[in-house]
């Protein structure tokens, strides 16, 4: 276990790190002493780390690393090694969206006959499909990996070819322990790879009694993402690690430094490599600091939140009684819970935390990928609107009205061309309706919240009804799409394959590596609708 003490910058006396007077660590010393495990070593020089005038880290002394480039759009162009260096020279390439496709890997001492290059073949939300090598030294390419994902069936390969010949005593042999499968937490760190081989076990020799997992990598992690020493088991052989994302063990060594797609992360002291996209949000923490300080709790791939706020204004209200307080609070917690397993199944990342009245953030602390929920009588709503206006000096007073002239149904939404504009992504949910409108559709008040707010997710992604489009409704029985006006319906995996690709795109929501499969198991349909 490391005893770390960490030492900072300091602009008045450079030369003197024990003065913390900015967020830039410069040092590590662990009092452990050298060990010989693959993290931080003792006997770092009193500046070790470097860093360009944005933050960007461009130096790492006792990694060997004499320079790190950084492109415009803050992505890891080149890794130098210092003369002498026994670690390899990196490279990487990006699409225009800023994906990796390509990091070529220089050994020491190399030249380019011997380097090998990794191409990254992408899905269009940047997810990795298959990976391909080539070897310049017999300029060879070969295909590595497919990822395997779960996910709708979007056609199918008409293949005629011979697989076996029936005849009588004729055998067919497949070779099998090449297919990987992860086993992971709910942070999607991979603890354990399986294969597709099953090992059999026999209690005499002529039976097999049962059969065993065949178990490719193990893996234990400390809460920031470093492989824990003495519990990890064949680690370098399975890329993914720490929240499923991809190793670079050529950096600093095997599970030490991670591609989280925006940025390159170092488990071993919990920072990222460059300053977080939200340090103005943020002032009291500092700008390298990952995961909001929770590790356990907080998935972060780029640095947006990708955070539904709910609140319910009935809150405010101080003569409400303590039963009623305690209720409210209570149904708040269930339909933040419900609405999170419904993003869950759809592979979404959004997520919707509860906080209190006091705790509503102002317009200019909601970034792009943040949405505000408010929920409340359609009174409480409209006067919650129009303090928001006042207090935020918008030229256009309307960009808070969501309640509007003529009232509203159980949901209204901002979306992009109609309405919201100023104060960012809202959702706003009318306790005057919803317990009528959730009676009509024979569901519970929690459960309709619930989807209200997947629904005007949606919504802030620029999603209109489906049926503004397709003014017939379906006929009983067929299935709805998510977007449908007022519907509870989630029938038709490709349509909500499209609700899922907006969000994704429009509020940077993540991606989790799923293995469910299309439609969610718990999705209902319903045929009654409810304008919205």
């Given at each position: 276990?490391?005893?770390?003490?960490?030492?900072y910058?300091?602009?008045?006396?450079?030369?003197?790190?024990?003065?913390?007077?900015?967020?830039?660590?410069?040092?590590?010393?662990?009092?452990v002493?050298?060990?010989?495990?693959?993290?931080?070593?003792s006997?770092?020089?009193a500046?070790?780390?470097?860093?360009?005038?944005?933050?960007?880290?461009?130096?790492?002394?006792?990694?060997?690393?004499?320079?790190?480039?950084?492109?415009?759009?803050?992505?890891?162009?080149?890794?130098?090694?210092?003369p002498?260096?026994?670690?390899?020279?990196?490279?990487?390439?990006?699409?225009a969206?800023?994906?990796?496709?390509?990091?070529?890997?220089?050994?020491?001492?190399?030249?380019?006959?011997?380097?090998?290059?990794?191409?990254?073949?992408?899905?269009?939300?940047?997810?990795?499909?298959?990976?391909?090598?080539k070897n310049e030294?017999?300029?060879?390419?070969?295909?590595?990996?497919?990822?395997?994902?779960?996910?709708?069936?979007?056609?199918?390969?008409?293949?005629?070819?011979?697989?076996?010949?029936?005849?009588?005593?004729?055998?067919?042999?497949?070779?099998?322990?090449?297919?990987?499968?992860?086993?992971?937490?709910?942070?999607?760190?991979?603890?354990?790879?399986?294969?597709?081989?099953?090992?059999?076990?026999?209690?005499?020799?002529?039976?097999?009694?049962?059969?065993?997992?065949?178990?490719?990598?193990?893996?234990?992690?400390?809460?920031?993402?470093s492989?824990?020493?003495?519990?990890?088991f064949?680690?370098?052989?399975?890329?993914?690690?720490?929240?499923?994302?991809?190793?670079?063990?050529?950096?600093?060594?095997?599970?030490?430094?991670?591609?989280?797609?925006?940025?390159?992360?170092?488990?071993?002291?919990?920072?990222?490599?460059?300053?977080?996209?939200?340090?103005?949000?943020?002032?009291?923490?500092?700008?390298?600091?990952?995961?909001?300080?929770?590790?356990?709790?907080?998935?972060?791939?780029?640095?947006?939140?990708?955070?539904?706020?709910?609140?319910?204004?009935?809150?405010?209200?101080?003569?409400?009684?303590?039963?009623?307080?305690?209720?409210?609070?209570?149904?708040?917690?269930?339909?933040?819970?419900?609405?999170?397993?419904g993003?869950?199944?759809?592979?979404?990342?959004?997520?919707?935390?509860?906080?209190?009245?006091?705790?509503?953030?102002?317009a200019?602390?909601?970034?792009?990928?943040?949405?505000?929920?408010?929920?409340?009588?359609?009174?409480?709503?409209k006067?919650?609107?129009?303090?928001?206006?006042?207090?935020?000096?918008?030229?256009?007073?309307?960009?808070?009205?969501?309640?509007?002239?003529?009232?509203?149904?159980?949901?209204?939404?901002?979306?992009?061309?109609?309405?919201?504009?100023?104060?960012?992504?809202?959702?706003?949910?009318?306790?005057?309706?919803?317990?009528?409108?959730?009676?009509?559709?024979?569901?519970?008040?929690?459960?309709?919240?619930?989807?209200?707010?997947?629904?005007?997710?949606?919504?802030?992604?620029?999603?209109?009804?489906?049926?503004?489009?397709?003014?017939?409704?379906?006929?009983?029985?067929?299935?709805?799409?998510?977007?449908?006006?007022?519907?509870?319906?989630?029938g038709?995996?490709?349509?909500?394959?499209?609700?899922?690709?907006?969000?994704?795109?429009?509020?940077?929501?993540?991606?989790?590596?799923?293995k469910?499969?299309?439609?969610?198991?718990?999705?209902?349909?319903?045929?009654?609708?409810?304008?919205?």
């Amino acid at each position: 276990m490391d005893d770390l003490q960490y030492f900072y910058e300091d602009k008045k006396n450079p030369n003197n790190p024990s003065n913390r007077n900015t967020n830039k660590l410069i040092s590590v010393d662990d009092a452990v002493g050298t060990s010989t495990y693959n993290d931080i070593k003792s006997g770092q020089v009193a500046v070790n780390y470097h860093y360009d005038q944005t933050g960007n880290l461009i130096k790492d002394i006792q990694e060997g690393i004499e320079s790190i480039e950084w492109n415009v759009y803050g992505k890891i162009s080149t890794i130098t090694r210092t003369p002498g260096s026994n670690s390899a020279d990196l490279e990487f390439q990006y699409d225009a969206m800023g994906h990796r496709v390509a990091k070529i890997v220089k050994p020491a001492g190399s030249t380019s006959a011997t380097w090998t290059t990794t191409y990254y073949i992408r899905d269009a939300q940047g997810n990795i499909l298959t990976t391909f090598k080539k070897n310049e030294s017999n300029s060879s390419l070969y295909l590595s990996e497919h990822n395997i994902f779960g996910s709708s069936r979007l056609g199918l390969l008409s293949v005629n070819e011979l697989t076996t010949n029936l005849d009588k005593g004729n055998y067919k042999s497949r070779l099998m322990g090449r297919k990987n499968y992860e086993l992971s937490n709910h942070l999607g760190n991979v603890l354990s790879v399986v294969s597709d081989r099953k090992i059999a076990v026999s209690l005499n020799t002529t039976t097999v009694a049962y059969y065993l997992a065949d178990i490719k990598s193990t893996t234990d992690y400390y809460a920031f993402g470093s492989e824990m020493p003495g519990r990890t088991f064949n680690s370098t052989d399975y890329r993914y690690g720490m929240n499923g994302m991809e190793k670079d063990d050529e950096i600093k060594g095997s599970g030490n430094s991670y591609d989280f797609g925006a940025r390159i992360y170092d488990p071993r002291i919990g920072k990222w490599l460059s300053v977080d996209p939200l340090q103005t949000k943020y002032p009291s923490l500092s700008p390298y600091h990952s995961f909001g300080n929770s590790p356990i709790v907080v998935v972060d791939k780029d640095g947006k939140e990708n955070v539904i706020y709910l609140v319910d204004l009935r809150l405010q209200d101080p003569k409400l009684s303590k039963a009623d307080r305690a209720t409210i609070t209570k149904n708040l917690n269930e339909i933040a819970n419900a609405a999170n397993s419904g993003f869950k199944d759809k592979g979404l990342n959004q997520r919707v935390v509860v906080i209190s009245p006091s705790q509503i953030p102002t317009a200019d602390k909601l970034d792009k990928s943040d949405v505000l929920a408010t929920i409340g009588t359609q009174s409480q709503l409209k006067q919650f609107d129009d303090a928001r206006s006042n207090n935020s000096g918008s030229k256009n007073s309307g960009d808070y009205d969501l309640v509007g002239v003529g009232g509203m149904g159980s949901e209204r939404s901002t979306i992009i061309g109609m309405y919201g504009g100023d104060e960012g992504n809202r959702i706003a949910l009318n306790t005057d309706a919803i317990g009528s409108d959730a009676k009509k559709l024979g569901i519970g008040e929690i459960e309709y919240s619930a989807w209200l707010i997947q629904h005007g997710s949606g919504h802030n992604a620029g999603i209109s009804h489906s049926d503004d489009l397709e003014p017939k409704l379906p006929t009983s029985g067929e299935p709805r799409d998510l977007m449908t006006s007022g519907e509870k319906a989630i029938g038709n995996p490709s349509a909500w394959r499209g609700y899922k690709d907006n969000v994704n795109s429009t509020l940077k929501s993540l991606f989790t590596k799923s293995k469910f499969t299309e439609k969610p198991a718990k999705d209902k349909i319903y045929n009654k609708k409810i304008d919205n």
